[in-house]
């Protein structure tokens, strides 16, 4: 089955900027969208075909694709991006949707 | 506005049976895919099942297939996921989620609910 592998913590200052990546085999050939999730809430759709933001996310937020690995990039951080963030694929070949481990950012 | 309300989770024995439901409102719900995702206390997300926006088309995770049915009542705008021979490891947030599409494919799920908990414990 397909694997998704994120790093599981990520710390930087406020107005830094943060780099959560996500390797996959060839995961360039897919389109990889981007969740943030605060505790006790549900998952928020924050990137969407690799690089596309949903209406109402920030320009802060931006996402790239390429070979083995997705990056989601948040530009000056601020303390309220501070949540899990999780990648994910459709593994066509299996018909299963697959995330990532997750990865928390945490703002110092 | 989209809404998703889940309901059914609480506490059940192992080895017993118990349904979801998911009330969508402000979209189609018969033109999109819906699915299940769940997450462990303190784990990450974890998809579940999915059903295409007719019902002909369904997919499950390995870990409940053959335990677990998704279907849909289009009529109703409703979700459900019925969940049979429970065991300790599927104790989790269940959330509903809709796709971007009709049917399995590429978009995310731009949508969720606040998910309800399922508890399976003795």
């Known amino acids: 089955s397909y694997v998704l592998t994120q790093p599981p913590s990520v710390s930087v200052a406020p107005g830094k900027t943060a780099s959560i990546s996500c390797g996959g085999s060839?995961?360039?050939?897919?389109?990889v969208h981007w969740y943030q999730q605060k505790p006790g809430q549900a998952p928020v759709l924050v990137i969407y075909?690799?690089?596309d933001r949903p209406s109402g996310v920030p320009e802060r937020f931006s996402g790239s694709n390429s070979e083995n690995t997705a990056t989601l990039t948040i530009s000056r951080v601020e303390a309220g991006d501070e949540a899990d963030y999780y990648c994910?694929?459709?593994?066509?070949?299996?018909?299963?949707?697959?995330f990532g481990g997750g990865t928390k950012l945490t703002v110092l | 506005q989209v809404q998703l309300v889940e309901s059914g989770g609480g506490v059940v024995q192992p080895g017993r049976s118990l349904g979801l439901s998911c009330a969508a409102s402000?979209?189609?719900?018969?033109?999109?895919?819906m699915h299940w995702v769940r997450q462990a206390p303190g784990k990450g997300l974890e998809w579940v099942a999915l059903?295409?926006?007719?019902?002909?088309?369904?997919y499950y995770a390995d870990s409940v297939r053959g335990r677990f049915t998704i279907s849909r009542d289009n009529s109703r705008n409703t979700l459900f996921l019925q969940m049979s021979s429970l065991r300790a490891d599927d104790t989790a947030v269940y959330y509903c989620?809709?796709?971007?599409?009709?049917?399995?494919?590429?978009?995310?799920?731009?949508?969720w609910g606040q998910g309800t908990l399922v508890t399976v414990s003795s």
């Open positions: 989620a809709k796709d971007v599409r009709s049917v399995a494919g590429t978009g995310g799920f731009p949508y």
């Open positions: 994910q694929v459709w593994d066509g070949g299996s018909a299963h949707w697959v």
């Open positions: 060839s995961i360039g050939s897919k389109s």
């Open positions: 059903i295409s926006y007719d019902g002909n088309t369904i």
């Open positions: 402000g979209f189609s719900f018969s033109n999109y895919a």
């Open positions: 075909y690799d690089s």
